[in-house]
């Protein structure tokens, strides 16, 4: 076993997806580069009449694998079924998928999502609603309570290691990575298993129509959301999952692993001001964290991968406490704009696309970004059509309600 405070070397050898944009990178690189994004209209949500938003970005046809077998996904709601693929994915590409080191002890998972499945909420709510329990069955709660992902993947795969379950809203999945990369570098787990994943219910979209965030332009699906951009009228949410697989650096090496890049820097804080309205004081400091975890100066940082919901006291308190840390001239987009804001997931997707953008050379721009806010930060919008840009640094940041902050720095690996 390593020992603790052994200041390791943390890599990225393997990373999964189920997202709007596609579960592969070929088919997610294409769709960024065709520059649209995958919101549709949900007529389906016409039923409820109070509900302003219409608009959403699903998961579109994802299928359980047929080699699963019943016993395992019996306690999986869509979230864990998300997670769990995910999961699969990231473990192959690893090298690792049936690797007894999984059950080893030396396996754990950091993972989240901001709730479990809203299907096995009904049937216990009902209890309360209706006075019966006819409805819940013995998987009721495993696929309701929030740890769902988290605890799935654990069982599905075998891991025994340590278990960080972030249900931390929009900072899910970003959390995750973050807390992979301590238990890691601390030398208390070699391999960690991290990300985040989510999925599409109305409940959600309600969440932020009460409080009047979400984009109502509903016969417009492909102009929203619009972050950073004067026009915009709020999110558009969305659902998928991310996997990372997280490893010493040593333990890569050793086994001859492909690696992806290197995670430098790791910040969190909660702003301990409001509930939902973040507070730019304390995104400046994240920013400064992370960069002091990775030893670097702002001027490092080839690329931002904005948190950009499209809100408007986000996107100002985000922009404008970026430009206070890192200056007006380093790339700057949302990726939001293409996939909408899959909450517990957002955080892992859009890690993983910025390093894969990193590694090719390119970098995607803010969909529908046609006037910036005079409100919002002066930064090198990345907007029209894809950069090329060659850069070693990387930064990723996201925010979330109840004012938790993240930000994670990347390298790319040479």
Same mark, same amino acid.
């Given at each position: 076993?390593?020992?603790?405070?052994?200041?390791?070397?943390?890599?990225?050898?393997?990373?999964?997806?189920?997202?709007?944009?596609?579960?592969?990178?070929?088919?997610?690189? *294409?769709? %960024?580069?065709?520059?649209?994004?995958?919101?549709?209209?949900?007529?389906?949500?016409?039923?409820?009449?109070?509900?302003?938003?219409?608009?959403?970005?699903?998961?579109?046809? /994802?299928?359980?694998?047929?080699?699963?077998?019943?016993?395992?996904?019996?306690?999986?709601?869509? !979230?864990?079924?998300?997670?769990?693929?995910?999961?699969?994915?990231?473990?192959?590409?690893?090298?690792?998928?049936?690797?007894?080191?999984?059950?080893?002890?030396?396996?754990?998972?950091?993972?989240?999502?901001?709730?479990?499945?809203?299907? @096995?909420?009904?049937?216990? /709510?009902? %209890?309360?609603?209706?006075?019966?329990?006819?409805? #819940?069955?013995?998987?009721?709660?495993?696929?309701? #309570?929030?740890?769902?992902?988290?605890?799935? =993947?654990?069982?599905?795969?075998?891991?025994?290691?340590?278990?960080?379950?972030?249900?931390?809203?929009?900072?899910?999945?970003?959390? @995750?990575?973050?807390?992979?990369?301590?238990?890691?570098?601390?030398?208390?787990?070699?391999? #960690?298993?991290?990300?985040?994943?989510?999925?599409?219910?109305?409940?959600?979209?309600?969440?932020?129509?009460? !409080?009047?965030?979400?984009?109502?332009?509903?016969?417009?699906?492909?102009?929203?959301?619009?972050?950073?951009?004067?026009?915009?009228?709020?999110?558009?949410?969305?659902?998928?999952?991310?996997?990372?697989?997280?490893?010493?650096?040593?333990?890569?090496?050793?086994?001859?692993?492909?690696?992806?890049?290197?995670?430098?820097?790791?910040?969190?804080?909660?702003? &301990?001001?409001?509930?939902?309205?973040?507070?730019?004081?304390?995104?400046? =400091?994240?920013?400064? *964290?992370?960069?002091?975890?990775?030893?670097?100066?702002?001027?490092? +940082? @080839?690329?931002?991968?904005?948190?950009?919901?499209?809100?408007?006291? &986000?996107?100002?308190?985000?922009?404008?406490?970026?430009?206070?840390?890192?200056?007006?001239?380093?790339?700057?987009?949302?990726?939001?704009?293409?996939?909408?804001?899959?909450?517990?997931?957002? &955080?892992?997707?859009?890690?993983?696309?910025?390093? #894969?953008?990193?590694?090719?050379?390119?970098?995607?721009?803010?969909?529908?970004?046609?006037?910036?806010?005079?409100?919002?930060?002066?930064?090198?919008?990345?907007?029209?059509? !894809?950069?090329?840009?060659?850069?070693?640094?990387?930064?990723?940041?996201?925010?979330?309600? @109840?004012?938790?902050?993240?930000?994670? +720095?990347?390298?790319? /690996?040479?």
């Amino acid at each position: 076993m390593n020992k603790p405070g052994a200041n390791k070397r943390v890599v990225i050898t393997g990373a999964g997806s189920v997202c709007p944009l596609g579960s592969d990178w070929a088919s997610i690189r *294409q769709q %960024l580069r065709s520059l649209t994004n995958c919101v549709q209209t949900m007529d389906q949500w016409n039923v409820y009449d109070e509900l302003n938003t219409r608009l959403a970005a699903p998961v579109v046809d /994802f299928q359980i694998p047929e080699h699963y077998p019943k016993r395992k996904i019996r306690s999986q709601g869509r !979230v864990a079924q998300f997670a769990v693929r995910a999961t699969e994915l990231a473990l192959e590409s690893a090298g690792l998928l049936n690797n007894p080191r999984l059950q080893d002890g030396q396996t754990g998972i950091a993972y989240g999502s901001a709730t479990g499945s809203s299907e @096995g909420a009904m049937e216990f /709510f009902s %209890l309360l609603e209706n006075q019966s329990m006819e409805r #819940m069955t013995s998987t009721t709660y495993l696929r309701m #309570m929030s740890h769902t992902a988290a605890v799935n =993947i654990s069982v599905f795969f075998g891991t025994t290691g340590r278990m960080v379950t972030t249900s931390s809203a929009c900072t899910a999945g970003s959390q @995750g990575i973050g807390y992979a990369y301590e238990a890691i570098r601390s030398g208390l787990q070699t391999i #960690m298993i991290a990300g985040g994943a989510e999925e599409l219910c109305p409940t959600q979209a309600a969440v932020f129509d009460v !409080v009047y965030a979400t984009s109502t332009h509903n016969d417009q699906p492909k102009q929203f959301p619009r972050p950073f951009d004067q026009g915009r009228d709020g999110l558009v949410l969305g659902e998928g999952a991310c996997t990372l697989i997280l490893e010493s650096l040593e333990s890569a090496e050793a086994r001859g692993a492909n690696i992806l890049a290197e995670v430098i820097g790791f910040a969190t804080n909660t702003d &301990g001001a409001h509930i939902v309205k973040p507070q730019q004081s304390t995104m400046e =400091i994240v920013m400064r *964290q992370a960069l002091k975890d990775a030893d670097l100066s702002a001027d490092a +940082i @080839g690329y931002i991968c904005a948190h950009g919901t499209a809100t408007k006291h &986000g996107d100002i308190a985000e922009s404008q406490a970026t430009e206070n840390v890192m200056g007006s001239n380093t790339a700057f987009s949302s990726l939001k704009s293409y996939i909408g804001h899959s909450l517990g997931a957002c &955080g892992a997707i859009e890690a993983w696309t910025s390093i #894969m953008m990193m590694n090719e050379g390119w970098f995607a721009p803010t969909l529908n970004l046609d006037n910036i806010d005079p409100a919002c930060g002066q930064l090198d919008y990345i907007r029209d059509s !894809v950069r090329e840009i060659k850069t070693d640094y990387i930064m990723s940041n996201n925010f979330a309600f @109840g004012g938790i902050n993240t930000s994670l +720095i990347f390298k790319r /690996f040479n």
